[in-house]
């Protein structure tokens, strides 16, 4: 069945940790994004990559960065320098990408990261 | 910028119809999606409009004004499964994403 898997489901990071969240898509979407979730709120994005080997800032890409090396894989960085960076994490993919898209989104199930 | 409004919460009970609204401002407009959430889970595709008026599939429409930076998703029959966050998303000068209205469906 084709999707996008993340992983791990849950995440636990320690004060000046980075860690990464891995995103892999077997749709042949050319574009993938990463959303930030907080409780009782909507999506913010954070990233977002047309293409491989080319990516974009979103709303609020301070402490995160990103990488697309294969179509198929976009992992996001959350380094230390996000100082809260609790929260739900969603990536999602697309056909095509921003801005003139009107392909929906397709998401992964989220990963959940919070601080120990 | 750019802004989405949407009611917060809403409560309406099994078998009835609701209207869920959304209203945004962008200087640059190419179209509206809406999205189911359940709680937990990731955001499913519902509905996308790019020209004005209504689009019909099955037990969900979806409206858009570009005039009034209006959009409305309209839920018929309603069921218990619908119990959900529903979130509309504005492709424009950036993609954004409403709040979210969270929709109770009581028995």
């Known amino acids: 069945d084709g999707g996008i898997t993340q992983s791990p489901k849950y995440l636990f990071r320690k004060e000046g940790q980075n860690v990464t969240l891995s995103c892999e898509q077997n749709l042949n979407h050319d574009a993938m994004y990463w959303y930030r979730q907080d409780p009782g709120q909507g999506l913010r994005l954070i990233y977002y990559s047309q293409i491989v080997n080319d990516f974009q800032k979103g709303d609020i890409a301070e402490g995160y960065s990103v990488s697309r090396e294969k179509k198929e894989s976009f992992p996001l960085t959350v380094t230390s320098a996000q100082k809260n960076p609790t929260a739900f994490y969603l990536c999602?993919?697309?056909?095509?990408?921003?801005?003139?898209?009107?392909?929906?989104?397709?998401f992964g199930d989220g990963t959940r990261l919070s601080i120990l | 910028g750019q802004n989405i409004d949407q009611p917060t919460e809403m409560t309406a009970t099994e078998g009835a119809i609701v209207q869920i609204n959304c209203t945004y401002q962008t200087s640059g407009f190419n179209g509206l999606f809406w999205y189911q959430q359940h709680a937990g889970e990731a955001p499913t595709f519902l509905s996308y409009n790019v020209l004005d008026g209504l689009e019909e599939k099955g037990r969900f429409s979806s409206f858009l004004s570009r005039s009034k930076g209006y959009s409305y998703l309209l839920l018929k029959e309603l069921q218990m499964k619908d119990s959900a966050s529903y979130l509309c998303?504005?492709?424009?000068?950036?993609?954004?994403f409403g709040p979210g209205t969270r929709l109770s469906v009581l028995p």
């Open positions: 999602a993919s697309s056909i095509q990408g921003l801005p003139y898209s009107n392909q929906p989104q397709h």
């Open positions: 998303a504005v492709n424009g000068q950036n993609f954004v």
